[in-house]
């Protein structure tokens, strides 16, 4: 529950603004449905399409009446643009109309977490993530709902591990927007989040890492090995992509927080790769070099 100070009312966030200019009452689309395209609009403006739409500290008297205000919860809108950005997602629940895969696929997720989350101690609380930066619903994420709109298997994926192609955006982070739109430029810094970057310093900001995502796919939960990308301010992934153990993720994410890069991992970060990090089991503790 919200506390009343920390409401923040529409027309004070960026993406209040790109719902009243874009929002169409037309559309045949459903409320949901619009939603989803108008994150992935916002996402192709891009950092400096994106920080033209005014900041929110002004907002007009009256909104149009046919334009939806209540597009996200109260408590998202109290945190949009203030979370880590760092997205750990779980995409994989088990094979469609497979009882047995989900239940397996739960099993195995709930091992991943523990080990990750929880130092492998199901006694432990100590997650390395914000509660809010943790995406984990078989009802937005599940086989049911990852499709393409034409109803075919999602290109995202290949049987339940994601591929992580370079300049794609994928959708698991397009649902993960929909709570919180304005992750990337945040409210208080919409310039610039790391305050040594500026247009001037940053040689190629389709190159700049943007936003983690640490994605609990098939071989995350069942082996163990964790998925990081990398994107960049349009949400496209980049050449760069790692597989880290599960007991080693907390500190992967701890790095990134701390500023470094996900292709900081490799001397050649425009080379297209799904670098393992470590040898031996996804499974081994921290202890195993």
């Known amino acids: ?59 007009p008297d009256e909104f149009p009446l046919h334009v939806p205000q209540d597009l996200m ?9 203030q979370i880590s950005r760092v997205f750990w997602i779980r995409t994989w629940y088990g094979q469609k109309d497979d009882k047995a895969s989900q239940d397996a696929a739960d099993v195995a997720y709930s091992r991943l977490r523990i080990m990750v989350m929880q130092d492998g101690d199901p006694n432990v609380t100590n997650s390395c993530l914000e509660e809010e930066c943790i995406f984990e619903s078989k009802e937005e994420f599940g086989p049911d709902i990852i499709t393409t709109p034409e109803g075919d298997t999602n290109p995202d994926f290949e049987d339940g591990i994601a591929r992580g192609t370079p300049g794609s955006v994928p959708s698991y982070l397009i649902t993960a927007l929909m709570h919180y739109p304005d992750t990337f430029e945040g409210l208080s810094r919409r310039e610039w989040h790391w305050p040594h970057i500026s247009d001037e310093t940053l040689p190629d900001l389709e190159k700049w890492q943007d936003l983690m995502i ?18 960049n301010h349009h949400g496209k992934i980049l050449p760069f992509r790692a597989r880290e153990r599960a007991s080693w993720t907390e500190q992967m994410i701890a790095n990134y927080l701390d500023g470094q890069k996900l292709d900081e991992n490799t001397s050649d970060s425009d080379k297209e790769m799904e670098f393992y990090l470590r040898g031996g089991s996804g499974w081994d503790p921290d202890s195993v070099p």
């Open 214 to 231: 640490v994605v609990a796919d098939r071989k995350a939960c069942e082996e163990g090995w964790v998925l990081f990308l990398a994107v």
């Open 1 to 59: 529950m919200v506390d009343e100070t920390d409401i923040v009312p529409f027309g004070f966030l960026p993406f209040d603004y790109h719902v009243m200019a874009t929002w169409d009452p037309n559309s045949p689309f459903s409320k949901k449905q619009q939603h989803r395209v108008l994150v992935e609009s916002w996402l192709r403006l891009g950092k400096h399409g994106r920080n033209k739409y005014p900041a929110g500290d002004d907002p």
């Open 73 to 81: 919860t109260e408590e998202e809108r109290a945190l949009d643009g």
